[in-house]
């Protein structure tokens, strides 16, 4: 048991420390994923790809032994309907978002009507190049 100075500290329920160890394997691949796509040289690469893989196979293998110790519940069926109901919010929300890009980006073009015109085509009724 745990003791600290005569106390007894609380024992960490193993589905906390597996939902710990599953967190970092996560974490792990991503940034050994993020290595390997950076990395230059291909042993290099080759390192962080099978290091990659490793923490992959061992994300799953204790993803199935929580699950089978009903440690982790995997999300519920979501009807189709929902879904449906969610990509018409999201698609509404885009359409509005690039009604709104538009809106400014021609305000923006409106407000700003004497921006420098690339070489050789300056206007001509300009009093700098007369």
């Known amino acids: 048991?745990?003791?600290q100075n005569g106390m007894q500290l609380p024992k960490l329920p193993d589905a906390?420390?597996?939902?710990?160890?599953?967190?970092?394997?996560?974490?792990v691949v991503r940034e050994y994923a993020t290595a390997a796509?950076?990395?230059?040289c291909p042993d290099v690469?080759?390192?962080?790809t099978d290091l990659t893989?490793?923490?992959?196979?061992?994300?799953?293998?204790?993803?199935?032994?929580?699950?089978?110790?009903?440690?982790?519940?995997?999300?519920?069926?979501?009807?189709r309907q929902e879904i449906q109901?969610?990509?018409?919010?999201?698609?509404?929300?885009?359409q509005q978002t690039q009604q709104f890009i538009g809106q400014r980006l021609s305000?923006?073009?409106q407000a700003q009507p004497f921006m420098a015109q690339p070489?050789?085509?300056?206007?001509?009724?300009?009093?700098?190049?007369?």
């Open 107 to 109: 305000g923006m073009k």
């Open 85 to 94: 109901k969610q990509i018409q919010t999201y698609t509404h929300t885009q």
């Open 53 to 79: 893989n490793s923490s992959l196979q061992m994300q799953g293998e204790l993803y199935n032994a929580m699950q089978s110790a009903n440690m982790y519940d995997t999300s519920s069926p979501v009807l």
């Open 37 to 40: 796509t950076e990395s230059t």
């Open 45 to 48: 690469r080759k390192m962080f």
């Open 1 to 3: 048991m745990n003791q």
């Open 16 to 27: 906390d420390w597996a939902y710990t160890v599953l967190s970092d394997l996560k974490r």
């Open 119 to 130: 070489m050789g085509q300056q206007q001509s009724d300009s009093p700098l190049y007369n």
